[in-house]
């Protein structure tokens, strides 16, 4: 079922990249925002994301309606908005691989790249307004307001670079935003094309933010103590970029000698096992894992309102079940 989906999500992201009328007058530039989704130009998938956003929206509407087909443009969709914002992601944070793969500006130039996620992120409101006109629901105001939230993380995220006294609450409000906005949509969006009404459209939205924290804090996780190989990106850079992650706002707030030495630091490589082996010490890793789980709970407790005896369902709690022990 899992790969079902996400095989017919492929299907719907190609089908309306490559029939789209702005990117077949220029060759380069379809080229550029198929790699960005891990397509080659003739639809074979390269090394890629793992459709996370996508699968839970179809979970959504499956669990809601029996079916997963009337969220698949909303899904495609939700892929194209989410890659917008990891190309401009990847430039803000000087990141050179995504997916195991250069990343977008690395490859093909800042310039270039910028231009491509800007209108990536037009295609995703234009596809949000194709599916508005499927489904009869407001996918798209609800996206746009989605976006603003997510800005506003972003925004916050590398200002906290900045900063050495970030606190966990100021880290959360970040989060709601840059992470679990989109995650709640995600919900929110698969629940509205399976026929939900709005309350219960509502509660999904709720449990899929609170999911969204949860997967933000073990990217947090992962960007300190993960594998590259698995994690398809650094886990080096949120140290020497100075990364305000939750690991290091817990050490800091348990450890004065940290916090100092944090404060001077200068972004040597050299010193990313000092740092790391300083927050293990400090028991950020299992703090992480603790506040993980504690947020996946609170998902599913508002997921199971709306429980339902089908296929989607037991996919849905495969998902949440791996979520807290995932290595990418």
């Known amino acids: 079922m899992k790969q079902r989906i996400i095989d017919d999500v492929n299907r719907t992201i190609y089908k309306l990249l490559s029939g789209n009328e702005t990117l077949q007058k220029d060759e380069k530039l379809q080229e550029m925002v198929l790699y960005a989704l891990g397509f080659s130009p003739d639809g074979t998938l390269l090394s890629g994301g793992k459709r996370l956003r996508p699968l839970f929206c179809c979970l959504c509407c499956g669990i809601c309606s029996g079916k997963y087909e009337p969220a698949l443009t909303y899904s495609a969709g939700l892929e194209m908005l989410h890659n917008f914002t990891l190309i401009h992601d990847d430039i803000e944070d000087n990141g050179d691989v995504r997916h195991n793969r250069p990343a977008l500006w690395k490859r093909d130039g800042l310039a270039l790249a910028l231009n491509t996620g800007d209108l990536l992120y037009n295609l995703a409101l234009t596809t949000f307004i194709e599916a508005d006109e499927e489904s009869g629901r407001d996918g798209l105001r609800h996206m746009i307001h989605s976006a603003s939230r997510l800005f506003l993380g972003q925004h916050r995220d590398i200002a906290f670079e900045k900063r050495t006294d970030i606190s966990e609450s100021e880290y959360l409000h970040m989060v709601r935003g840059k992470t679990s906005a989109l995650l709640g949509s995600s919900f929110a ?116 309102l709306h429980r339902k005896d089908n296929e989607f369902q037991k996919v849905m709690d495969e998902l949440l079940d791996s979520m807290a022990e995932r290595v990418k």
Do not use: C
């Open 189 to 304: 969006l698969g629940a509205a094309a399976g026929g939900a009404p709005e309350k219960t459209v509502r509660e999904f939205e709720y449990a899929g933010r609170r999911f969204g924290i949860a997967f933000q804090i073990r990217d947090d996780y992962l960007g300190t103590w993960g594998d590259r190989e698995a994690f398809g990106k650094s886990v080096t850079g949120d140290i020497t970029e100075k990364k305000n992650t939750l690991a290091v706002i817990y050490t800091a707030e348990h450890d004065p000698e940290f916090r100092e030495k944090w404060a001077a630091y200068d972004g040597s490589p050299d010193r990313v096992a000092e740092f790391a082996g300083m927050m293990e010490r400090a028991g950020a890793p299992e703090y992480l894992q603790e506040k993980s789980l504690t947020y996946i709970r609170e998902a599913r407790e508002t997921l199971d």
